[in-house]
C-alpha cells in the first residue's frame, strides 16, 4: 500500500515564484489536509478538506491554495513564494465513518526552501 | 494562543531513566491524540484517549487523559534510545480540524 504519496521531496524556489505541492492518497479516505512544519516546531494547519468539492481554510492559510477535484488527490499551491514560506509540508488523510477512528496518516513531507 | 500547550519542550535524559510529558488546555477536549515523529518522517498515531480519566497502556508507554479532559500526559518508563522523536499532542476542533501542540523534542542518551 502506497498511502500518502507526496511530491517533490524537495524543491527550492525563488521569491515570487509559484509551485503546487502534489498529494494522493489510495486509502479511499474522505478527509485530507495539509500542514507546515517550520524547524523544532510542531504542525500548523494550512487547509483542511471534507470531501470532494469541499475545501476549508486552516490556521494559517495565507499565502496558499488548494482544490479537491477527486477523493485522492489535494494539491497545494503556493503564489508568489516568500522566505516565511520555507518550511516542511505535510499532507494528510483521515476517514471519518461509522467505523473511523480519525487517525491521520501523513506522507513523507516535502521540504521547500524560498531564497 | 495555543489551544494546547506541550511541557516541557526539549527533554535529554539517559537511558533506562523515566520521564513524563505534558499536555495542557484551557479547554475541554472531545478527544486527544498522541503521535510520534522521527526525523525526517510523518508523525505516526500512538494512542487516542476519549473518556476522562482513561488510562492507556503501549508496552512502555501509559498516556492519561485528566479526569476534566483538560490535560493529558504521557509516561515512559525505562526510557530507550528507540523511544527518541518528537511527541506531539492533538485534538479537533470542530470535529474536522486536527490542531497540534508544538511538541516535545525527547532525546534518550545510551
Known amino acids: 500500500n502506497a498511502g500518502v504519496t507526496q511530491t517533490p521531496k524537495f524543491r527550492i524556489l525563488k521569491i515570487g515564484q509559484s509551485m503546487t505541492l502534489q498529494c494522493t492518497q489510495d486509502m479511499n479516505h474522505n478527509y485530507m489536509y495539509w500542514y507546515r512544519q517550520d524547524p523544532g516546531m510542531g504542525l500548523k494547519l494550512i487547509y483542511y478538506s471534507v470531501g470532494a468539492g469541499i475545501t476549508d481554510k486552516g490556521e494559517v492559510p495565507n499565502g496558499y491554495n488548494v482544490s479537491r477535484s477527486t477523493t485522492e488527490d489535494f494539491p497545494l499551491r503556493l503564489e508568489l513564494a516568500a522566505p516565511s514560506q520555507t518550511s516542511v509540508y505535510f499532507c494528510?488523510?483521515?476517514?471519518?465513518?461509522?467505523?473511523?477512528?480519525?487517525?491521520?496518516?501523513f506522507g513523507e513531507g516535502s521540504r521547500l526552501t524560498v531564497l | 494562543t495555543q489551544l494546547l500547550e506541550q511541557s516541557p519542550q526539549f527533554l535529554s535524559i539517559q537511558e533506562g531513566e523515566n520521564l513524563t510529558v505534558y499536555c495542557n488546555s484551557s479547554s475541554v477536549f472531545s478527544s486527544l491524540q498522541w503521535y510520534r515523529q522521527e526525523p525526517g518522517e510523518g508523525p505516526v498515531l500512538l494512542v487516542t484517549v476519549v473518556t476522562g480519566g482513561e488510562v492507556k497502556k503501549l508496552k512502555r508507554l501509559t498516556f492519561q487523559f485528566g479526569d476534566a479532559r483538560k490535560d493529558s500526559s504521557l509516561h515512559i518508563t525505562a526510557a530507550q534510545p528507540g523511544d527518541t522523536g518528537l511527541y506531539l499532542c492533538a485534538t479537533y476542533q470542530g470535529a474536522q480540524k486536527l490542531v497540534f501542540g508544538q511538541g516535545t523534542r525527547l532525546t534518550i542518551n545510551p
Open positions: 494528510a488523510s483521515s476517514y471519518w465513518g461509522p467505523k473511523g477512528t480519525g487517525e491521520l496518516f
